[in-house]
């Protein structure tokens, strides 16, 4: 009987020993995200030119003016039902003079530039900035408003314009 007891008092200790020494020296996280699925940018929306049309240079020969506003939408469509709302980023290149508006790269006057804002005027879209809408029924609309602006004034003929991307994320 003491055979067995010091036999299973060995397998008691060789457990405990054993244990000990799969100690971990590491630990592990994994974790994931699940993110909403992406609406399709409207085939109209996906390079979208919006004409400010033709701008007396005397109207913008002051300084902090602009030409009339022009409107602009960016469709989204397809929108899976677990998608519920798409933020859009506007990125390009601020102009120096107006950091609120985007810099002139056509051969017009450097004192021109883009300036883009939401539908109520009530923000500017500059470089960075965001515009967030609802999807509803599938599809989203982000309505805009772009004009040529200067805040110097004195600008010379010729074509203003600006390369503006669009990123957008979804929830």
């Known amino acids: 009987m003491n055979f067995k007891i010091a036999t299973l008092m060995g397998c008691i200790l ?23 699925s992406p609406c399709t940018v409207d085939a ?9 049309g033709d701008v007396q240079a005397s109207t913008l020969a002051a300084a902090n003016v602009g030409s009339p506003w022009v409107d602009g939408t960016i469709n989204l469509t397809n929108c899976p039902s677990t998608t519920s709302q798409v933020t859009a980023t506007f990125t390009g290149t601020a102009d120096t003079n107006a950091a609120f508006a985007y810099k002139n790269t056509g051969a017009g006057s450097s ?7 939401n539908k109520d005027l009530s923000a500017d879209l500059k470089n960075g900035a965001t515009l967030t809408q609802a999807v509803t029924s599938g599809a989203a609309a982000l309505p805009f408003k772009a004009r040529m602006y200067t805040s110097k004034g004195g600008v010379t003929p010729g074509v203003v314009s600006a390369a503006i991307s669009v990123n957008f994320t979804y929830k």
Do not use: E, P, W
């Open 44 to 52: 109209a929306s996906k390079n979208l030119s919006i004409n400010l």
């Open 111 to 117: 004192q021109a530039s883009i300036h883009i804002m």
């Open 14 to 36: 060789t457990a405990l020993c054993t244990q000990s020494a799969m100690a971990a020296d590491s630990s592990l996280n994994i974790s994931g995200n699940v993110v909403a």
